[in-house]
């Protein structure tokens, strides 16, 4: 019972998810995509346990660094910046009021001296006591003494000499630092002054006692020198690139290292949950974004796996060259010009701006936030878009590659220049540019045709090649069904014309039609082109058989077609050129033939799909359109546009473009363009006498002008 229980509960949760459905094969697809791209931005991060490392003893290993890394070294950088602010001198303002100050004071004691000198109400002893109270505490009362029985004279002289010294004195930079130092040095000069002692005495206490400093210190001033002299010294760098030895074994280990090894998470026993967030997010709404682009502008692409893993090998191709070629060798050789070259050949151009964009910010990111190269890789997308935009050949992608050869050199040289290298570097980038130009051609003609095939993806190249009269199914057609070919070429020309017209695309329109009719080359004598004046073999068929014939050159163009490879869209047109439309010719010759019984319409249509592009729907139109032209009399512009139109409405009321995605702006826009290459051939062509035999081949061929 729980056995059956669970063989119950298993069928209910295969029901549920159906791993064929679309929506889980996309999740799967881009859960896949979005983790590799993730795996090649983070493997760097992943911690390496290093165990045995430490500072002043010798490694135990080498150890290289895992990527690009670049840091400032804040200690040493401080270290050195403290270093140069040390050897800043004091700044030192100048108080210009100081020395007049002191003069004064001199001045005034002096006078006080000699007021008490000339007081002869005073005992000696009464003047000293006297002059000591009024004085400087810090006077020498020795010295005091001497000055009040030293004459009148020498006391103007000592004067003097003492405002004098002071004067010199003042002539340096006295500070409250170097004020005791300036003393000594006054009592200096004052003993080679004179051999005077007694002026001596008072030249040397009277000078030490007023002398004041002159200059104080300036402390916002010496600080703002102090931050400019620090300001001044370079952030230490260190730099590693990735591959370069960190520590030999053996080696004695740095401070410098233990922080590179640091910084590149290898001493570390976790991972760097932080950047791994960073990376994680920038993927995820990058990826998200470029979703949300492809679901509302590019829906063709977003609804098949087929494309997006194309576009999904371009990117991830593109970002494994950056991530393990650009460390080791260049990051001028990532090959953006390649990715974009190749999304313009399979998709568009819009859809390429969008890919140069994504892959040069995840190459710079690669680089180690190097935007440099995001520069660089934006420059040489736009420029290959541009030189591939046109091409039409293969041999035209050398051309192409050459112009991006030198776009990529020249963008090398300009972004090295950027960051003011030297002239090595400067040529070795130049190098670097060119070889990344020449792999970019390379790689764009190597991996185009195994991306077409891969994609089913049929370009414009591709559509070139197959419109040479040398194809092989071309040539054939040629030769067994001439009249066939010569109304395939001519439809093909109005089916061009009109696509140009609509917006659609030529190429695809011309070379369809050159193709559509591909399966006449089986029975080509039963079809009225290719009968030059011979016997018509309808005259003696069966008109079921008749039918069956005609209408099996479109199953038949089919296989031909398959056989030889040709892309589904062209095999598309081929089923679809004829849709259901009826064979009317033989459909009202059966209904002559036979009276009694009931023909069905149903048994004289083609058995193809109705029309589901505009191409498709071009080729079907330009088929009958000139299939009819030829039958027309006396053709003219008025009777051309007559008989253009009533061929579109005839396809309009049996709903055979009821598929086709063509507006009724469209049709008329198709009607102009038929009449106008239509009278463009017939305006100067010679009306001959229709014979009823050739309407009738026509007729049987064409079907009430439904070819």
Not at 152 to 168: M, R
Not at 567 to 581: A, D, F
Request: proline fraction near 3%; charge should be positive.
């Amino acid at each position: 019972m729980t056995a059956n229980i669970g063989a119950k509960k298993i069928k209910e949760l295969r029901r549920i998810i159906d791993w064929r459905g679309t929506t889980l094969r996309r999740s799967i697809l881009v859960l896949f995509i979005f983790s590799v791209t993730l795996a090649v931005l983070t493997i760097d991060f992943l911690p390496d346990r290093l165990t045995g490392i430490k500072i002043g003893k010798p490694s135990p290993k080498t150890v290289k660094a895992s990527r690009n890394v670049e840091f400032t070294d804040f200690e040493k950088t401080n270290a050195l910046r403290r270093e140069a602010a040390s050897h800043v001198q004091k700044v030192y303002t100048r108080d210009w009021v100081v020395e007049a100050r002191v003069t004064d004071s001199i001045h005034k004691f002096f006078g006080l001296v000699r007021q008490v000198r000339a007081n002869q109400a005073l005992t000696p002893e009464a003047k000293l006591d006297l002059l000591i109270k009024q004085a400087d505490p810090s006077f020498n009362k020795s010295v005091l003494g001497i000055m009040l029985i030293i004459p009148d004279n020498d006391l103007n002289a000592v004067e003097s000499k003492v405002v004098s010294q002071i004067d010199q004195l003042y002539r340096d930079q006295i500070t409250p630092e170097n004020i005791d130092k300036k003393k000594n040095e006054f009592r200096e000069a004052i003993n080679s002054l004179t051999d005077n002692e007694n002026e001596k005495s008072i030249i040397t206490e009277v000078g030490t006692v007023f002398l004041k400093p002159n200059y104080f210190y300036d402390e916002r001033s010496t600080e703002r020198l102090r931050a400019e002299a620090a300001a001044g010294v370079a952030p230490i760098v260190v730099s590693k690139q990735k591959g370069e030895i960190v520590i030999r074994e053996g080696e004695i280990v740095t401070s410098t290292q233990i922080k590179i090894l640091k910084e590149l998470g290898l001493m570390q026993r976790g991972v760097d949950i932080t950047r791994l967030a960073g990376l994680a997010l920038f993927a995820l709404i990058t990826f998200f974004a470029f979703s949300l682009y492809l679901y509302n502008y590019q829906r063709k692409i977003y609804d098949s796996d087929r494309l997006i893993s194309v576009l999904a090998i371009i990117f991830i191709t593109t970002v494994l060259v950056a991530k393990f070629v650009g460390p080791f060798y260049s990051f001028y050789l990532i090959p953006v010009g390649a990715a974009a070259m190749l999304t313009v050949l399979l998709f568009n151009v819009e859809l390429a701006v969008l890919m140069v964009l994504v892959i040069s910010l995840f190459s710079g990111l690669i680089a180690g936030q190097n935007y440099q190269y995001v520069l660089y890789g934006l420059l040489t997308g736009i420029f290959a878009i541009h030189a591939i935009y046109h091409i039409r050949h293969r041999t035209d992608l050398v051309l192409a590659g050459t112009w991006v050869t030198l776009a990529t050199a020249i963008l090398a040289l300009l972004t090295t220049l950027l960051s003011s290298p030297d002239w090595f570097e400067i040529l070795r980038n130049l190098g670097w540019g060119l070889l990344g130009g020449i792999s970019t051609a390379v790689l764009t003609a190597g991996a185009l045709p195994f991306l077409e095939k891969l994609s089913g993806i049929t370009t414009d190249i591709k559509l070139v090649e197959l419109s040479y009269a040398n194809q092989p199914l071309l040539r054939e057609l040629m030769m067994k069904a001439p009249g066939t070919y010569n109304h395939s070429v001519m439809a093909g020309n109005l089916a061009e014309s009109a696509a140009e017209a609509i917006g659609a695309n030529p190429l695809l329109a011309r070379v369809g039609a050159y193709y559509h009719d591909i399966g006449k080359v089986k029975r080509p004598l039963f079809f009225v082109e290719n009968q030059i004046g011979g016997e018509n073999p309808h005259d003696h068929t069966n008109p079921n058989l008749s039918c069956l014939i005609i209408t099996s050159h479109v199953k038949e163009g089919v296989e031909l077609a398959k056989k030889h490879r040709l892309p589904k869209e062209i095999v598309n047109i081929i089923n679809e050129h004829h849709g259901t439309s009826i064979v009317a010719y033989f459909y009202h010759k059966a209904k002559e033939n036979i009276v009694k019984e009931v023909v069905s319409e149903e048994d004289f249509r083609y058995s193809g799909q109705r029309p589901r592009t505009k191409e498709a729907a071009l080729v079907m139109l330009a088929d009958s359109v000139e299939a009819a032209a030829r039958t027309i009399t006396k053709p003219s512009p008025s009777r051309i546009e007559q008989l253009i139109r009533r061929i579109v409405q005839n396809k309009l009321d049996d709903g055979q473009l009821s598929e086709s995605n063509l507006t009724l702006n469209d049709i008329e826009t198709i009607i102009k363009s038929f009449s106008q290459v239509l009278s463009s051939l017939y305006h100067t062509r010679i009306e001959y006498p229709a014979s009823a035999t050739s309407q009738a081949r026509s007729l049987a061929t064409h079907g009430n002008l439904n070819k």
